[in-house]
């Protein structure tokens, strides 16, 4: 066999091989289970496995597809509820609207898909088990015959918005955001302001000017866009702060509280410091959680009732003064917070401090506090790093 025939070979069999990047067992179960909740809440509960010609309440193999992308891929601008419910239901009136009209079952339902495919990108609603609905119609005339127009609504618009309120549901119970979101929608911080890993200098004109240029505006939405371009903006920078790592950098001689820290101490701690945030440990200085001084804010703000006073009267009342019971610090303090290790790089720490709500990220070695990583600590340590190149 030549060199150039292998080559050709090995090219043809990489073609044809998968094209998505490996997903989690995890990921793959969440994606499983969600498909499966959906379609049982609509089976049960609304439409019916077995066809109902005068109510029209019942389950189409459609619906399986609208699962796959809705609890798989929840991301893609396919699977967005306006992608479903409109592409589901325009193919859905395009095909009675074929079958009522063509009798030759082959010409019916080549135009019902065609037409469906058409309308649908018209519609800027391209969901691709539209053109299975299309075609389970054009496939059905004596159900359609007795059905209608009806088919629209029941099964195909109810079917379609019991499974996207689903998905909304199952992605929130498992930390997933659905719908996505969108360019301009308001963010964690109450403004329209992207956050640091998003702020690009790009506006939704040029990132949607990218992905038309490179035909992916069906694969990937704007927001998504700028993400992901922040993310490789961040990873390019690991390769120019390397081989920094944590333990270079972090601060080692800590102020930290515990559990039972009445909160008037740990305002006292911020106040007197300066800090941002202090790390809750335990015994042996086994690490148990963070407060970052946003927590404070917050619980000052949830617990504040009478606000005549400003946030000054709140958060005198949150520290202790008319409790029965004082708020202490293990109350208000973030366990899910990123933690790193000695030996994490410095680029690694990055995407953890841009976000928003993190301050500053513990340092952990077999669980025990050995030292924290604020986001002052990596702006000085690229600024050396910067002024020595």
Known sequence: ??????????????????????????????AGFGAF???????????????????????????????????????????????????NTIAALVGVTICLNIPDPALRIALAVGFTVALIGFARAVHPPAGAVAMTAAMNPEAIAELGYWFALMPVALGTFV??????????????????????????QGTTDHP???????????LTGILQRYRQSL?????????????????????????????DIMSRDLVTVGLDTPLSEVADLFRRH??????????????????????????????????????????VRLLGEGYA???????????AAPKATPATQAGALLPMLAQGDCDAVPVLSKGRLEGIVTRTDVIAALARRTLAA
Do not use: C
């Open 325 to 335: 019971t004082p708020v202490k610090a293990g109350d208000i303090m973030s366990v």
């Open 1 to 30: 066999m030549s060199p150039t025939f292998e080559k050709r070979v090995r090219r043809s069999l990489r073609a044809i091989g998968p094209a998505i990047p490996p997903v989690s067992a995890a990921e793959a179960l969440r």
């Open 274 to 315: 300066g800090f941002t945030s202090l790390p809750v440990v335990a015994e042996e200085d086994r690490y148990l959680g963070v407060i970052f001084q946003i927590n404070l804010i917050r619980r000052a703000r949830e617990d504040a009732l009478r606000l005549d006073r400003g946030l000054g009267a709140a958060m």
């Open 163 to 188: 499974l996207v309120a689903a998905a909304t549901a199952y992605a929130h119970l498992t930390g997933r955001r659905y719908p996505f979101r969108q360019f301009d929608e308001e963010h964690a």
């Open 219 to 247: 694969n990937l939405g704007v927001e998504d866009l700028a993400r992901l371009i922040g993310a490789a903006e961040l990873q390019a920078a690991t390769h120019r702060t390397e081989p920094l790592t944590a333990a």
């Open 37 to 87: 909740a959906g379609l049982a809440v609509a089976g049960l509960f609304i439409l019916s496995p077995q066809a109902d010609l005068e109510l029209g309440l019942y389950l189409i193999a459609p619906f399986g597809a609208s699962a796959v992308l809705l609890f798989a891929v929840p991301n893609s601008p396919l699977a967005q509820p306006w992608s479903a419910i409109v592409g």
């Open 196 to 206: 640091p890993l998003e702020r690009l200098g790009l506006t939704e004109e040029e």
